[in-house]
């Protein structure tokens, strides 16, 4: 499979085109934003550890029945995939509390949830990804009712399977953001989850082992990743 035209390069990830129309090769950066693309830096091995453990982890999803738009690894860095219509929804899953939700009740970082809880940014830069609920996603026309309610049933689906997963590395889960695309009617899984996507603590020391080590200046931000990488086992 070969790269046509570049159709996207956002901060994470290029996207090219293919032969094909219904494909695309997403091409992973080392490059990493924060706080809306404010803070800008590089960690190196990044893109390559993001490609492959999403990948991993698709293909697990896959297996526990939540589609996905994985197709194949073209090598470290580019995956080609099921070009899809992205639901302009970021889609967070929480088990602890943390980040902005810490922030926001005025809570500590790390108190265990009764139950996982699921919230909705507007996936948009310019506006900051604001904060909305279904009934605002659904009276801007951002998605059907039917695909709320899909996409509600994936995303506690897919915690459920990671959470029990990262415990198997004795990692935990404390929270992620997941996108998810339509693809010829259906909803699919699409974009990435790694730990620029979600938020990973050693269960023991409570070391965190994601994104939050370079939003946060906390240092060892390469180490952090290659342990996630490592722990998961692949190859
Ligand atoms: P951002 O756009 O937030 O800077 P990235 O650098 O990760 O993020 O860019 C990748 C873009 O590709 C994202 O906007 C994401 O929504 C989109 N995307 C991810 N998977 C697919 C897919 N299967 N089909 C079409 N677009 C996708
Ligand atoms: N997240 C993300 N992209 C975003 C915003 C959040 O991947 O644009 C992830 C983040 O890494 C964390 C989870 O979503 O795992 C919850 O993030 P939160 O709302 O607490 O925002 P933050 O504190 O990162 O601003």
Not at 48 to 68: C, D, H, Q, S, W
Not at 117 to 139: R, V
Request: charged share 35%; proline share 3%; aromatic share 12%.
């Amino acid at each position: 499979m070969e790269k046509k035209e570049l159709l996207y390069e956002g901060k994470a990830k290029k996207v090219y085109t293919t032969e094909d129309p219904d494909v695309l090769i997403v091409s992973y950066k080392d490059d990493a934003t924060a706080f809306n693309g404010q803070k800008k830096g590089t960690i190196v091995g990044k893109g390559a550890i993001n490609n492959r453990m999403t990948n991993y982890l698709f293909k697990k999803l896959e297996e526990k029945g939540v589609p996905t738009h994985y197709i194949q690894e073209l090598n470290d860095r580019e995956t080609a995939v099921k070009k899809v219509e992205i639901v302009p929804l970021e889609v967070i899953i929480r088990n602890f509390s943390a980040g902005s939700f810490a922030k926001k009740m005025g809570m500590e970082e790390g108190v265990a949830f009764k139950c996982p809880t699921l919230e909705f940014s507007y996936k948009n830069d310019e506006l900051g990804d604001p904060f909305i609920n279904k009934y605002y996603a659904l009276a801007l026309d951002l998605a059907t009712e039917e695909e709320i309610e899909a996409i509600t049933k994936y995303a506690f689906q897919v915690n459920e399977v990671m959470r029990e997963y990262f415990d198997s590395l004795n990692i935990e889960l404390i929270d992620f953001k997941i996108e998810f695309g339509r693809y010829h009617g259906q909803i699919i899984l699409a974009d990435e989850i790694s730990p620029d996507t979600c938020r990973l603590w050693d269960k023991d020391t409570h070391e965190k082992l994601d994104k939050d080590r370079f939003r946060r200046d906390l240092g060892n931000v390469e180490d952090a990743y290659q342990e996630v990488f490592r722990r998961l086992g692949i190859d």
